[in-house]
């Protein structure tokens, strides 16, 4: 079954520093990629997303690239705020089925004033 | 507001105990979720739900239970067969179509944290 594997599992940065969270996937038949985003006491929310046949995608100041022949992906943060701290979970699924998608460990991102 | 609303947010249980989170969704979605998710661990599945009366086990099963007898509705029953029970639960639903065009995104209620004492 597919395995997804996040790093690192926290990140402090400066504000208006970047942030790039990496993922690795074992499923070649993965084809569908979303990026959540928790912040604390909340549930997850989705905050980006890609697809197989896509190798970048950006959206403001994130954006996710993925490498399909090295079966990677990673969440990139511009200009960081304030508001990005959070656990930023990654997830990979086959066959765009909600019931088949495995989530990474997470990672806590933390923004230094 | 359309949503998913899980209570209670908060719940103590003694052991040998059984308890139940509700998960209520307005979101016209059909299928419905329960994940467990521990510190370092991510989100495992524990049932999951694409139509009323049928759901099937996630990865995680053992020791909880649920029903879906409303398509809003979708309780998980913790057991006092659970060995280990505190935890954060998040209940979730999606579109459940199939094809290139669903992403299957999930969208997550703010999840109920249960302790046992």
């Known amino acids: 079954g597919e395995n997804v594997e996040q790093h690192p599992s926290t990140l402090s940065v400066q504000e208006g520093d970047s942030a790039v969270i990496k993922c690795t996937y074992s499923d070649s038949a993965s084809n569908y990629f979303p990026w959540y985003k928790q912040e604390l006491g909340k549930g997850p929310q989705l905050i980006i997303d890609i697809r197989s046949n896509v190798g970048e995608k950006k959206d403001q100041r994130i954006a996710v690239t993925l490498n399909k022949t090295a079966k990677h992906f990673s969440l990139h943060i511009t200009e960081t705020q304030p508001e990005d701290s959070a656990v930023y979970f990654c997830a990979a699924n086959p066959y765009s089925s909600a019931s088949k998608i495995i989530f990474g460990s997470g990672t806590r991102l933390s923004i230094r004033p | 507001d359309g949503g998913i609303t899980q209570s209670p947010k908060y719940l103590f249980r003694k052991e040998g105990q059984n308890v139940t989170l509700s998960c209520e969704q307005n979101?016209?979605?059909?299928?419905m979720y329960w994940y467990r998710q521990d510190p370092g661990q991510g989100l495992r599945l524990i049932y999951y739900?694409?139509?009323?009366?049928?759901?099937q086990k996630g990865d995680i099963a053992e020791g909880y239970s649920v029903s879906r007898e409303k398509k809003e509705s979708f309780p998980l029953t913790v057991t006092s067969a659970q060995k280990n029970p505190t935890a954060f639960y998040l209940c979730?639903?999606?579109?459940?179509?199939?094809?290139?065009?669903?992403?299957?995104?999930?969208?997550f209620g703010e999840g109920s944290r249960l302790t046992v004492l």
């Open positions: 739900s694409q139509i009323v009366n049928d759901f």
């Open positions: 979730a639903s999606s579109i459940l179509t199939s094809g290139v065009s669903n992403t299957g995104e999930l969208f």
């Open positions: 979101l016209n979605h059909d299928a």
